[in-house]
């Protein structure tokens, strides 16, 4: 049977007379990292390099399917997409689009520790959509940003994150600034009986990002929140043994790799441990389709070797007008994310999140 081996698929431009070649290149790209002539140990050349497992022409590009050995991936997520994309995201003409991994590969990885469920159990969102909005503009203090997180705790936003540019900053420390913000959504929901959790942006190195992350756990925040492609997909999978809460994965930097928005932002994340995973929703400010959409959400939420599934998080410049809408494509199980147009209502803060909560909550009864 020989040594284990993943599935890895790839869009790549070429023509049809070079295109074999260009598959077989990729190959030896993406395992040995030599030509095949140079690999002189038999059981490396059959254990160890990768094979070409299937060709098909696919629109203007050819998509190319490879077997490679699951014995070169060990137990690290950095070392898992090294495999799968190192070397060859520095090819223009290749995307990496999907991966198949076998069970026992997923399970070492774990997927995400709380998922939809623990979302739900954490807030007591039930039988509908969450709620979720940012604290920013950067630059606000830590009582500005405690006084928005307040009002919109007192609104009913089941989910409040920091932005993704929150960092440990001098204009708001972290510790500061997280003791600030729990107080004041805890005060919210003593107040209005409701059950709000903050995620504050974990940031650095992993040393920084667990010491923050159990900084926050002892305030009391409910969740996290991490950019896999900003603080390491490593460090992601290493947080997800030990935080004790929910994370919340964001997107920032994922456009830099030609890594399909649906496996990179559904798949991979979920794999390495986000509970939850924002995505750009098409008709937004950024340009995903709705098709990209679909097929982020199915990444995110359908079966996969037993992980559990993880809450898709449209956002990316989203109004309360358009939550029947989200609420329709999206259906219960999903978080949606309105920031701007929250924070943009000054004064009428939380009448505006009210208006947000009511919106899902009747979308919801009507469908």
């Given at each position: 049977?020989?040594?284990?081996?993943?599935?890895?698929?790839?869009a790549?431009r070429?023509?049809?007379?070079?295109?074999?070649?260009?598959?077989?290149?990729?190959?030896?790209?993406?395992?040995?990292?030599?030509?095949?002539?140079?690999?002189?140990?038999?059981?490396?050349?059959?254990?160890?390099?990768?094979?070409v497992?299937?060709?098909?022409?696919?629109?203007?590009?050819?998509?190319?399917?490879?077997?490679l050995?699951?014995?070169?991936?060990?137990?690290?997520?950095?070392?898992?997409?090294?495999?799968?994309?190192?070397?060859?995201?520095?090819?223009?003409?290749?995307?990496?689009?999907?991966?198949?991994?076998?069970p026992?590969?997923?399970?070492?990885?774990?997927?995400?520790?709380?998922?939809?469920?623990?979302?739900?159990?954490?807030?007591?969102?039930?039988?509908?959509?969450?709620?979720?909005?940012?604290?920013?503009?950067?630059?606000?203090?830590?009582?500005?940003?405690?006084?928005?997180?307040?009002?919109?705790?007192?609104?009913?936003?089941d989910?409040?994150?920091?932005d993704?540019?929150?960092?440990?900053q001098?204009?708001?420390?972290?510790?500061?600034r997280?003791?600030?913000?729990?107080?004041?959504?805890?005060?919210?929901?003593?107040?209005?009986?409701?059950?709000?959790?903050y995620?504050?942006?974990?940031?650095?190195?992993?040393?920084?990002?667990?010491?923050?992350?159990?900084?926050?756990?002892?305030?009391?925040?409910?969740?996290?929140?991490?950019?896999?492609?900003?603080?390491?997909?490593?460090?992601?999978?290493?947080l997800?043994?030990?935080?004790?809460?929910?994370?919340?994965?964001?997107?920032?930097?994922?456009?830099?790799?030609r890594?399909?928005?649906?496996?990179?932002?559904?798949?991979?994340?979920?794999?390495?441990?986000a509970?939850?995973?924002?995505?750009?929703?098409?008709?937004?400010?950024?340009?995903?389709?709705?098709?990209?959409?679909?097929a982020?959400?199915?990444?995110?939420?359908?079966p996969?070797?037993?992980?559990?599934?993880?809450?898709?998080?449209?956002a990316?410049?989203?109004?309360?007008?358009?939550?029947?809408?989200?609420?329709?494509?999206?259906?219960?199980?999903?978080?949606?994310?309105?920031?701007g147009?929250?924070?943009?209502?000054?004064?009428?803060?939380?009448?505006?999140c009210?208006?947000?909560?009511?919106?899902?909550?009747?979308?919801?009864?009507?469908?």
């Amino acid at each position: 049977m020989g040594a284990p081996r993943l599935i890895a698929t790839y869009a790549v431009r070429a023509d049809a007379g070079s295109i074999d070649a260009r598959a077989q290149a990729l190959a030896l790209e993406q395992s040995v990292e030599l030509p095949l002539k140079a690999v002189h140990d038999a059981r490396i050349r059959e254990e160890f390099v990768a094979r070409v497992d299937a060709i098909d022409a696919c629109d203007d590009r050819f998509e190319v399917r490879l077997a490679l050995a699951t014995a070169t991936v060990g137990r690290d997520a950095g070392q898992l997409m090294n495999m799968l994309f190192g070397n060859s995201s520095l090819h223009d003409d290749v995307e990496l689009v999907d991966v198949a991994l076998p069970p026992e590969l997923a399970a070492t990885f774990g997927g995400p520790r709380f998922g939809i469920e623990g979302w739900r159990a954490a807030t007591g969102a039930v039988g509908r959509p969450l709620t979720c909005s940012a604290l920013k503009p950067l630059g606000l203090g830590p009582d500005a940003l405690a006084a928005l997180a307040g009002a919109l705790a007192r609104g009913g936003i089941d989910v409040i994150k920091d932005d993704h540019g929150l960092a440990d900053q001098a204009s708001a420390p972290f510790d500061e600034r997280v003791a600030a913000i729990q107080r004041a959504i805890a005060a919210a929901n003593r107040a209005t009986g409701g059950r709000t959790i903050y995620a504050p942006s974990v940031t650095g190195d992993l040393d920084a990002m667990r010491a923050q992350a159990r900084f926050a756990h002892d305030a009391g925040a409910g969740a996290i929140l991490v950019a896999p492609m900003v603080g390491g997909v490593s460090s992601l999978a290493a947080l997800a043994r030990d935080a004790g809460v929910p994370i919340l994965a964001h997107p920032s930097l994922a456009g830099a790799a030609r890594i399909a928005p649906p496996l990179l932002l559904g798949k991979l994340f979920r794999l390495f441990g986000a509970d939850a995973t924002i995505f750009p929703n098409a008709g937004g400010r950024f340009g995903y389709s709705r098709e990209t959409c679909a097929a982020i959400v199915r990444a995110a939420r359908d079966p996969w070797s037993n992980l559990r599934p993880a809450l898709p998080v449209p956002a990316g410049g989203m109004s309360v007008e358009q939550v029947p809408a989200m609420r329709s494509t999206f259906g219960d199980d999903a978080m949606l994310l309105i920031g701007g147009d929250l924070l943009a209502a000054g004064n009428a803060l939380e009448s505006r999140c009210r208006a947000f909560v009511a919106a899902v909550r009747e979308s919801a009864e009507v469908a």
